[in-house]
């Protein structure tokens, strides 16, 4: 198997990749399905009590921030600055109750069903949303820094950028957007404010591609924006347009 054009890893990482995937496909094929939430063995892909805690923000909603609406084209009542310099942003769940859970079973213990079913209500949501992405939109993600990403083993919003890219048939660019430099743990005393923590954290490296293009840009889930809301400057910076926003919850 060769690498795709756009990816940054070498073909030898990719096979290993490839043979640990299957090897997780072929133990989900004998063992029972699990919930991709709490993992406990269920027919669907939760189990009942979960799904009664998955918080869903369908419905009338905001083109800009996605919450819901009193009615449709009434006003928005939420407050849009944590969405400066990013269009509009796009996500199916709400990060309490199973949305969450769902999230952090895929970040910290890898669990594909997770990611499976996460990309499946993140291409839901943006296709029940008003925004329309031109043919040569350009994928990408909010990139973990590079130390945190050895630690952890993969990037999860690369692996939902990628699966969304390639769903949605869309150039993903996994290598354009950059850390750069380390940013210190949220709980970090030294740290006073995440805003503070992430501004500058990220560089644009092909500048080139980027002029004039629309992005959508993913993550695993949105609480504060601080750190979107840095991407969104750093793919402003290199003339990006527009930027949509798309997380798998909302916190
Ligand atoms: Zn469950
Ligand atoms: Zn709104």
Redesign the pocket.
Known sequence: MSPPASSPFPAGTLLRRAWRELGRACVEVLAPAT??????H?AGA??A???ALLESRGGPACPRCGEPLLAPGSPCLAEHRFLSGIDALVSPWRYRG?GG?IVRRFKFEGDLAAAALLVRAMLAALRASPHALPRRALVMHVPMHRQRRRQRGFDQAERLASSLARELQLRFVGAALRRGRATLSQTDPRVTSRAENVAGAFVVARPRLLAEATVLLVDDVITSGGTARACAEALRAAGVRRILLLTGAVG
Do not use: D, M, Q, S
């Open positions: 919930c991709a939430a709490c993992g406990v269920c939760l189990c009590g979960c799904a199973a859970a």
